[in-house]
Protein backbone atom coordinates (compact mmCIF):
# COMPACT_ATOMS: atom_id res chain seq x y z
CA UNK A 1 0.00 0.00 0.00
CA UNK A 2 2.90 2.34 0.86
CA UNK A 3 4.38 1.58 -2.46
CA UNK A 4 1.23 2.90 -4.36
CA UNK A 5 1.08 5.84 -2.70
CA UNK A 6 4.78 6.96 -2.95
CA UNK A 7 4.36 5.77 -7.11
CA UNK A 8 1.43 7.96 -6.89
CA UNK A 9 2.87 11.04 -5.38
CA UNK A 10 6.25 10.64 -7.61
CA UNK A 11 3.76 10.58 -11.05
CA UNK A 12 1.63 13.60 -9.64
CA UNK A 13 4.74 15.58 -8.89
CA UNK A 14 6.32 14.90 -12.20
CA UNK A 15 2.84 15.51 -14.75
CA UNK A 16 2.21 19.12 -12.48
CA UNK A 17 5.46 20.03 -13.94
CA UNK A 18 4.62 19.19 -17.24
CA UNK A 19 3.61 21.85 -19.86
CA UNK A 20 1.53 20.19 -22.11
CA UNK A 21 -1.40 19.51 -19.69
CA UNK A 22 -4.58 21.62 -19.96
CA UNK A 23 -4.32 22.85 -16.75
CA UNK A 24 -1.03 24.74 -17.63
CA UNK A 25 -1.43 28.51 -17.92
CA UNK A 26 0.32 29.69 -21.37
CA UNK A 27 0.64 33.07 -21.85
CA UNK A 28 0.82 33.99 -25.90
CA UNK A 29 3.27 36.55 -27.19
CA UNK A 30 2.62 39.97 -27.70
CA UNK A 31 2.50 40.59 -31.60
CA UNK A 32 5.29 41.68 -32.85
CA UNK A 33 5.37 44.59 -35.24
CA UNK A 34 7.71 43.78 -38.41
CA UNK A 35 6.61 47.35 -40.30
CA UNK A 36 7.80 51.38 -39.31
CA UNK A 37 3.86 52.63 -38.93
CA UNK A 38 5.82 56.12 -38.56
CA UNK A 39 5.50 58.28 -41.62
CA UNK A 40 8.67 59.62 -42.86
CA UNK A 41 10.15 62.62 -41.46
CA UNK A 42 7.74 62.45 -38.29
CA UNK A 43 9.28 64.31 -35.74
CA UNK A 44 11.67 62.14 -33.47
CA UNK A 45 8.98 62.29 -30.44
CA UNK A 46 6.39 59.87 -32.70
CA UNK A 47 9.77 57.43 -33.42
CA UNK A 48 10.98 57.61 -30.13
CA UNK A 49 7.92 56.53 -27.99
CA UNK A 50 7.12 53.28 -29.62
CA UNK A 51 10.62 52.12 -28.02
CA UNK A 52 10.38 54.00 -24.98
CA UNK A 53 6.70 52.29 -24.46
CA UNK A 54 8.06 49.01 -24.95
CA UNK A 55 11.16 49.48 -23.06
CA UNK A 56 9.00 50.31 -19.94
CA UNK A 57 6.60 47.23 -20.89
CA UNK A 58 9.70 45.00 -20.91
CA UNK A 59 10.26 45.74 -17.08
CA UNK A 60 14.10 44.61 -17.83
CA UNK A 61 16.95 47.27 -17.61
CA UNK A 62 19.62 47.44 -19.82
CA UNK A 63 23.08 46.54 -18.63
CA UNK A 64 25.79 48.90 -17.55
CA UNK A 65 28.19 46.59 -19.71
CA UNK A 66 28.12 44.51 -22.50
CA UNK A 67 30.33 42.26 -24.49
CA UNK A 68 29.63 44.25 -27.52
CA UNK A 69 29.20 47.69 -27.61
CA UNK A 70 25.53 47.70 -29.72
CA UNK A 71 24.47 44.38 -28.69
CA UNK A 72 21.78 45.33 -25.70
CA UNK A 73 21.92 42.70 -22.14
CA UNK A 74 19.11 42.75 -19.94
CA UNK A 75 20.66 43.62 -16.41
CA UNK A 76 19.19 40.23 -14.53
CA UNK A 77 21.57 38.36 -17.20
CA UNK A 78 24.21 36.34 -15.99
CA UNK A 79 26.61 34.93 -18.58
CA UNK A 80 27.56 31.20 -19.38
CA UNK A 81 30.97 31.24 -19.96
CA UNK A 82 31.62 27.46 -21.20
CA UNK A 83 28.87 28.08 -23.92
CA UNK A 84 29.87 31.30 -25.18
CA UNK A 85 32.37 32.31 -27.45
CA UNK A 86 33.89 35.81 -28.72
CA UNK A 87 35.83 36.96 -31.51
CA UNK A 88 36.66 41.54 -32.02
CA UNK A 89 39.38 42.62 -34.65
CA UNK A 90 39.51 46.36 -36.32
CA UNK A 91 37.73 44.82 -39.33
CA UNK A 92 35.20 41.99 -37.37
CA UNK A 93 32.80 41.32 -34.77
CA UNK A 94 30.92 37.59 -34.36
CA UNK A 95 30.16 36.32 -31.14
CA UNK A 96 27.58 33.77 -29.64
CA UNK A 97 26.79 34.96 -26.04
CA UNK A 98 25.12 32.80 -24.12
CA UNK A 99 23.07 33.80 -21.04
CA UNK A 100 20.83 32.39 -18.00
CA UNK A 101 18.13 34.66 -17.11
CA UNK A 102 15.32 34.87 -14.64
CA UNK A 103 12.33 36.43 -17.00
CA UNK A 104 9.37 36.23 -18.27
CA UNK A 105 10.12 35.40 -22.24
CA UNK A 106 7.58 38.24 -23.89
CA UNK A 107 9.61 40.78 -21.26
CA UNK A 108 12.82 39.65 -23.00
CA UNK A 109 11.35 40.13 -26.26
CA UNK A 110 9.92 43.48 -25.89
CA UNK A 111 13.27 44.27 -24.06
CA UNK A 112 14.76 43.12 -27.53
CA UNK A 113 12.37 45.34 -29.70
CA UNK A 114 12.64 47.83 -27.91
CA UNK A 115 16.19 48.14 -27.38
CA UNK A 116 17.89 46.93 -30.72
CA UNK A 117 16.66 49.86 -33.11
CA UNK A 118 17.92 52.52 -30.29
CA UNK A 119 20.93 50.68 -31.13
CA UNK A 120 20.50 51.02 -34.81
CA UNK A 121 19.02 46.99 -35.31
CA UNK A 122 16.61 46.62 -37.44
CA UNK A 123 14.08 43.84 -36.54
CA UNK A 124 13.30 41.39 -40.00
CA UNK A 125 11.90 38.29 -38.59
CA UNK A 126 10.42 37.12 -35.55
CA UNK A 127 9.09 33.33 -34.37
CA UNK A 128 7.84 31.45 -31.83
CA UNK A 129 7.13 28.06 -31.41
CA UNK A 130 7.64 25.39 -28.93
CA UNK A 131 7.75 27.79 -26.06
CA UNK A 132 11.04 29.14 -27.92
CA UNK A 133 11.19 33.03 -28.74
CA UNK A 134 13.79 33.91 -32.09
CA UNK A 135 14.54 37.64 -33.03
CA UNK A 136 16.29 38.57 -36.28
CA UNK A 137 17.76 42.40 -36.36
CA UNK A 138 20.34 43.41 -38.88
CA UNK A 139 22.12 46.71 -39.38
CA UNK A 140 24.63 47.13 -42.19
CA UNK A 141 27.33 44.35 -42.58
CA UNK A 142 25.87 42.44 -39.22
CA UNK A 143 23.06 39.98 -38.22
CA UNK A 144 21.83 39.66 -35.02
CA UNK A 145 20.02 36.52 -33.78
CA UNK A 146 18.37 36.50 -30.32
CA UNK A 147 17.01 33.32 -29.31
CA UNK A 148 15.28 32.44 -25.36
CA UNK A 149 14.53 29.15 -24.54
CA UNK A 150 12.98 28.13 -21.56
CA UNK A 151 15.15 25.90 -19.46
CA UNK A 152 12.72 23.90 -16.92
CA UNK A 153 10.30 24.75 -14.50
CA UNK A 154 11.88 27.35 -11.89
CA UNK A 155 15.37 27.39 -13.75
CA UNK A 156 14.38 30.47 -15.99
CA UNK A 157 15.18 30.95 -19.45
CA UNK A 158 18.53 31.07 -21.70
CA UNK A 159 19.16 33.78 -23.78
CA UNK A 160 21.10 33.01 -27.11
CA UNK A 161 22.81 36.34 -28.43
CA UNK A 162 24.33 35.20 -32.04
CA UNK A 163 26.10 38.06 -33.74
CA UNK A 164 27.56 37.30 -37.41
CA UNK A 165 28.85 38.92 -40.38
CA UNK A 166 25.85 40.26 -42.70
CA UNK A 167 27.75 39.45 -46.19
CA UNK A 168 24.23 40.84 -48.00
CA UNK A 169 25.74 44.21 -49.86
CA UNK A 170 22.81 46.80 -49.01
CA UNK A 171 21.42 45.58 -46.25
Not at 6 to 35: D, H
Not at 71 to 86: F, G, I, M, N
Not at 96 to 102: G, K, L, P
Request: aromatic residues 6%; charged residues 20%.
Amino acid sequence: MTRIALVMMIAVVILSGCQSMPWQKKEPMPPVELLDDTPKGAPPSQTAAPAADAAKASGLELATSQRFKDVPLPSKAKEDAERSYVYESATLQIGRMVYNIHANPNEIANFYIAECPAAGWKLDNSQQALGNTYLLFTKPGKRLEVTVQPLGMGRGERLILHMVPDGQPGV
